[in-house]
């Protein structure tokens, strides 16, 4: 009965709304007003169903979790829907979040291709356009490193520490205690234990590193300038 109610009292609200709109002529009586003010709940509950759904798409687009299906997000997120209706939508927002995704987007670049989207024919709305703005800043981290583990093939590098120590033991007891550089590496796969490469660096090695590295950036330096 409250809820009746309730409904009642927002549409007799809606009514006189167009009423000073269409008869009266009373100015700033938009479509949005009267949504905010009379059916507020109805952004939530849009909000949530489809952040449920871009939550949904990421796990089975970009972490592997099988039984994600289409029917599976219609019946759960939006069961009003018909899934003839349902599978443009959601075709709609796998696109996006793929691309966002693919071009691993800064918010800037984010920013950006959603305004874009807003104001092509058939794209999204402003509200759909803000959803999906807050879960990639959510979740922008953990998609680019499970994208990064799937399309890493061998081995990589997780991380790698280094310090400067002195030399315990040499063949050469003039080397003994002289600075050298303990480099470790730690290398592993996804799903996979780790293994940990120790390597050590005298002053002579440390320069001809360097020298290595300088060379590669100035390679790559020289590629990335126009031709």
């Known amino acids: 009965m409250a809820a009746e109610l309730e409904g009642s009292k927002c549409l007799s609200g809606l ?6 709109d269409t008869f009266y002529g009373h100015p700033g009586i938009t479509e949005e007003l009267l949504r905010s003010q009379l059916y507020p709940e109805a952004e939530l509950e849009g ?5 449920g759904l ?28 018909s899934l ?12 996006i979040l793929k691309s966002i995704a693919s071009a691993d987007m800064d918010f800037n670049q984010l920013e950006a291709f959603l305004t874009a989207q807003t104001k092509k024919q058939g794209g999204i709305t402003s509200e759909q356009a803000a959803v999906i703005s807050k879960f990639w800043k959510s979740h922008k981290t953990k998609i680019r490193e499970s994208l990064m583990n799937q399309s890493c093939w061998d081995r990589g590098l997780r991380s790698l520490s280094w310090r400067v120590d002195g030399k ?5 007891s003039a080397q003994i205690h002289t600075p050298v550089a303990i480099m470790e590496l730690e ?14 660096f005298d002053e002579v090695k440390v320069n001809q590193v360097l020298k290595k590295l300088s060379e590669v950036e100035e390679s790559i330096s020289t590629l990335m300038q126009p031709a």
């Open 15 to 20: 009514l006189s709304g167009l009423a000073q």
């Open 47 to 51: 909000s949530k169903c489809l952040s």
């Open 54 to 81: 871009l939550s949904g798409l990421a796990q089975d687009t970009f972490y592997g979790h099988p039984g994600i299906t289409e029917e599976l997000l219609r019946s759960q997120l939006y069961p009003e829907v």
């Open 84 to 95: 003839e209706e349902f599978r443009p939508f959601l075709a709609k927002m796998k696109g």
């Open 168 to 172: 315990s033991q040499s063949r050469h």
């Open 187 to 200: 290398i592993g796969k996804s799903g996979q234990e780790s293994e940990f490469l120790c390597l050590e």
